[in-house]
């Protein structure tokens, strides 16, 4: 599906809405993700800590296992927007788990991760240069 200005648009503030249920009481650092299905539909997802720290889901893994929960296994895209208590200061990253998590559903030379500032300062990588020879499912089959 083309990337649209406009669809970059929804993206971004789905995501943005994504961090007011931010679950942070221990980072306080807010995460929002909105993930674009091949058939157009939109999952967002948002970090949800705990007390134990490592049982922690990142924003991105969210919306895939929402995603993934309901039947949905074809993705372009995912924007990412976060920052100390929910204010967007800087792009947000998404961590090297989340990554993994990505290529196992996902094209890594076509699936688009957008880092966002803004509406008007959103840049754009694929799969394959945030992790590159990332390890998947055809890695098994050799
Ligand atoms: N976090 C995400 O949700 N996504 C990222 O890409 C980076 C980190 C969360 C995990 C934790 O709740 C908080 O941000 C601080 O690391």
Redesign the pocket.
């Known amino acids: 599906m083309e990337l649209t200005q406009n669809l970059k648009n929804e993206l971004f503030k789905k995501a943005c809405d994504m961090l007011n249920f931010s679950y ?1 009481p221990y ?1 306080n ?1 807010k ?1 929002g993700a909105a993930l674009l299905c091949q058939d157009g539909k939109i999952f967002g997802g948002c ?1 949800i ?1 705990n007390a134990a720290y490592g049982p ?1 889901n ?3 893994r969210t919306a895939f296992f929402k995603a993934v929960s309901e039947g949905h296994l074809k993705f372009d895209a995912i924007m ?1 927007v ?1 920052g100390p208590e929910g204010k967007i200061k800087d792009y ?4 090297g788990v ?1 990554r993994q998590v990505m290529m196992e559903f996902c094209n890594p030379d076509t699936f688009k991760i957008l880092l966002a500032k803004s509406e008007n300062d959103i840049v754009e990588y694929t799969l394959k240069e945030l992790l590159p020879l990332g390890f998947g499912n055809a890695d098994l089959q050799k």
């Not at 947000?92 to 961590?95: E, G, I, R, T």
Request: proline letters at 12%; one cysteine or more; a negative charge.
């Open positions: 942070t980072s650092f995460v970090n800590e922690s990142c924003a991105e990412i976060g947000c990253p998404p961590c989340c």
